[in-house]
């Protein structure tokens, strides 16, 4: 079976550095592009090259976007620290990032895969919103986003809106209209399905230098997480998006609407999701406030889809 031609929007960050091994195993990783989030682009870049290094995979970073589309950055250095990796000791790169703009790189890489590219985004969805802009036609080139953003119930950076649709509601708003299909899993699935000290430890001993690392940088990010937000695992959320390309069974969708506030006093960058009356093999529900857009996943499989992306990380040397 032929792997998936995927493309990682990123903003490494703990998890996106799993999210990137992960789909370099399992798919055809074929580019990463990077964008502000979780540190400044310029950390962000250098954290996807290092990881790729660390774990000597081959593919092209291109850095996009240093800021919203609008309203300037957020960071979340609170959970991810300084470096956005801190935890581990990352060689620096010795690569650097190639001269190409991230939205070109998107648009490139979509045309010469019509149909059968997936972009996942999983930062701010600048450099995607950025891209549909440029080049109309792009939306007509893609198979799907994959998207890790957003949440059908509570929030992480606000109590209404998650750290990534937060970030560029207005770049969200663009994405999650394009007319491109969209999966997105968001905070309601992605915060209680993660590595847990037994995970981190399988990691650690196993032998190999970049589940060492891995290891390292989970253990601080579960620190974190803990602290603030009470949880006891450190979530996987950005490789949820990638984890359906391996195995669908792993998260459970529905389709529904999904519309990104902008203007909310209080919710500004909430997911409106109409979630009324919807379940899991329903022949009826409340009629939609707007058209179906996006596939939402309601839940996931945790236990065996972590166990995945162990296996997957200790499979580096």
Known sequence: MDKTKIVIDCDPGHDDAVAI????????LLAVTTTHGNASLEKTTRNALAVLELAGIEVPVAAGYASALVYGTVEATDIHGKSGLDGAEIAEPARKPIDTHAVEVLIE???????????????PLTNIAAALKREPRLKDWIREFSIMGGSTTLGNITPAAEFNIYCDPEAAHVVFESNVPIRMVGYNVTRVTGFDQGDIDRMRVCGKRTASVIADLMAHYLKRQGAMFGLNVAP??????ITPYLDESLLTYLETSVKVELQGTY?????????????????QTIQRAGRAN????????????????????????
């Open 109 to 123: 890489t979509a045309h010469q895969h019509k149909g059968e590219l997936v972009i996942a985004p999983i930062g």
């Open 236 to 241: 996987m959320h950005d490789v949820c998006a």
């Open 21 to 28: 091994l992960f789909a370099a195993r399992h798919c055809d």
């Open 267 to 283: 919710t500004r960058g909430m997911t409106l999701c109409d979630m009324r009356g919807m379940r899991a093999g329903a022949t």
């Open 294 to 317: 996006a596939k939402v996943a309601i839940a996931s499989d945790a236990r065996r889809l972590i166990d995945h992306v162990v296996d997957a990380v200790i499979s580096f040397r």
